[in-house]
């Protein structure tokens, strides 16, 4: 690093460091240590027990208790009594899309904490699912009574993206030659089999899979390949699958924009095979989850490719988003628009991506720290379930939980709760003025380190035992927008 990068950043270390120290406007933002302590008191105690690694470990389970023990369902727990109907038929089946981001919240929680423990269950989750990934028929997408399903032709482009996600985070912080190899097979998978060239887009199934979803055409089909490992593991290819990656992106990026987006209310739909009806608010995925993400992972894209106007596209456009799903009674964010109203109630998961972005433009727009301020604190006093339960899924926009509000199923895991720790910690710490300590186990030579989906320099690495703590400086600066 030259002398000029280090004495700039010591210049932005001193003045943010005097402004927490004058009680200036980050004096009440959660410390990265508070989400350190977040990571390892509030959410791996449920992830720690032998029912959650599963049979043999790395079989992780799709269900279990709120008190983290395994779902028996001759006996089943109160809350797994009676779950909801669109739960309720689910609970014989094991989903691969579940065990990998159980990999991905293992592999957060060494990346934050240097525990070698978690490190081997993310390796013992990874081994399961890339043993699953086949060149000609992608991963299944659930197991029920030991047989795989559906059909190859029945799998969805999101399942796949998924049945990755824990792969990618682990590969990302060894550079595993293994998982280097499995990821290219299947991101190629994916775009020679689901790739449509009359639609320009990613099908949902495969064209000759069942008539009704050949039909549909989702945004989540395009946009979590960004999401899930595409835009985390790219920087590391070798330079052929490198450039091949980058077409991808930038396919995937035109399709959201030309196919998904409403340039007119700065959002992006869910679906649009049912015309009007996809439009409706309230429609299947038409809510700010998905379309802060949209902005988020095109935002990412743009930087990635070096694409400046993308990047401007998904920096403003998300900023716009922000500003309409705070809730300023609760401080904290909404979850859906419904015409000029806001759905002030709270769904994890949007809560995180809305968190994340937030992130993401607070080390440009300092300012945006007190909005953060607040929204984290919602997080963790009221989103964050008590003894080391998780986070709820859902809370009413005063923060209550109903009663028995699950927290694992067919689409609830810890990636959600675990990359919103990992992305807050990185930005206490950038807006504090202090590096960031994050954990690899490199299998090869690699200075092409960085935080996470962020940008910052290394300032030390650490090595032992074949394990790396390396210090980032991560530039907080106002954009030149």
Known sequence: MSSRVVRMLLAMC???????ASGGALAGLPTGERWLTHVKQDLLPFWSGAAAMGKPIGNFPTFRCNDGSAFDPEAPCEELKSPPAWIRPELGRSYVRMQARQTYAYGVAYH?????????????GARRTVALLDPQS????????????????????????YAVVGI?????LTRDPALEQALIAHQRYVFSRYWDADWSMLRWVPKEGPADEAAK??????LDQLNAYMLLVVPYLPAEARAAWHEGIRRVARALIDKFHDPARGIFYGTLERGAESRRDGARHNDFGHTIKAYWMLMLAGRELGDAELERFGHDGGAKVLDRA?????????SAWHGQEVDTSKSWWIYAELDQMASFL??????????????????????TAPNGGEIYGWVDPTGAAPANSLRIHQWKNGYHSFEHALVSYLTAQALAGKPATLHFALQREDKNLRPYLMQGKVVSVKSRDGRQAVEFAIPVQKANR
């Open 112 to 124: 934050l904490t240097g525990d070698v423990r978690w490190l081997e269950l993310a390796r013992a």
């Open 326 to 334: 705070w809730d300023a009674e609760s401080g904290a964010w909404g």
């Open 14 to 20: 001193c003045v943010l460091a005097g402004l927490l």
């Open 217 to 222: 055409q989702e945004l989540v089909a395009q």
């Open 168 to 172: 990618a985070m682990l590969y990302y």
């Open 138 to 161: 992608g991963s299944p997408t659930w197991f029920e009574a030991g047989r795989g399903g559906p059909e190859p032709a029945a799998r969805t482009a999101q399942d796949q993206s």
């Open 362 to 383: 607070a080390l440009e727009r300092p300012e945006l720290a007190s909005r953060l301020e607040s929204s984290w604190r919602f997080w963790l006093t009221k989103m």
